[in-house]
């Protein structure tokens, strides 16, 4: 049973968006982007109580800009996903997950070091050139389900 409902749209969506925002870090990183986008789906809580579904996560705005740069920026995600990144997009949506990315809502990649916290939320790790940030447990416990 896959970690969330999905279409064959959604295995594109999400593999233009793990290649756009992770291709220099290869299937590792793309993968961990992916679980990042699969999380926010299943979280019900902070800025995700309202999307659920993988083209929300990917399309969201917040603060009048779009949640992941390469949506408003990134030539990449515009281009069509190919067949890894399609394989990789399915491994997310149906069962992969892996530290630093496993419970993150979040990813950011600084110019510098990893900031200890995000916006108040803890990073659990570095990945890379991508630092990961997941949700204080109280804050949020949806996001903690399989």
Known sequence: ?????????????IARMMRAEAVGEGRLGM???????????KADCLDFEDVRSIR???????GGNYSFE????GSLFYSPARG???????QVLKFWRQQPAKYAL???NPSGECPPTWFGQPLTGQYKE??????????CAS????
Not at 1 to 13: F, T
Not at 70 to 73: D, E, I, L
Not at 84 to 90: D, I, N, Q
Not at 143 to 146: E, I, K, V
């Open 106 to 108: 979040w990813y950011f």
């Open 70 to 73: 390469a949506v408003q920026k």
């Open 31 to 41: 993968l961990m982007v992916g679980n990042v986008i699969v999380n926010r789906a």
């Open 143 to 146: 996001a903690y389900r399989y």
């Open 56 to 62: 929300e996560v990917v399309f969201q705005v917040q």
């Open 1 to 13: 049973m896959p970690r969330v409902a999905y279409i064959e749209n959604d295995v594109n969506l």
């Open 84 to 90: 890894v990144e399609k394989k990789l997009a399915r």
């Open 130 to 139: 991508h630092c990961y940030y997941e949700p204080v447990a109280n804050t």
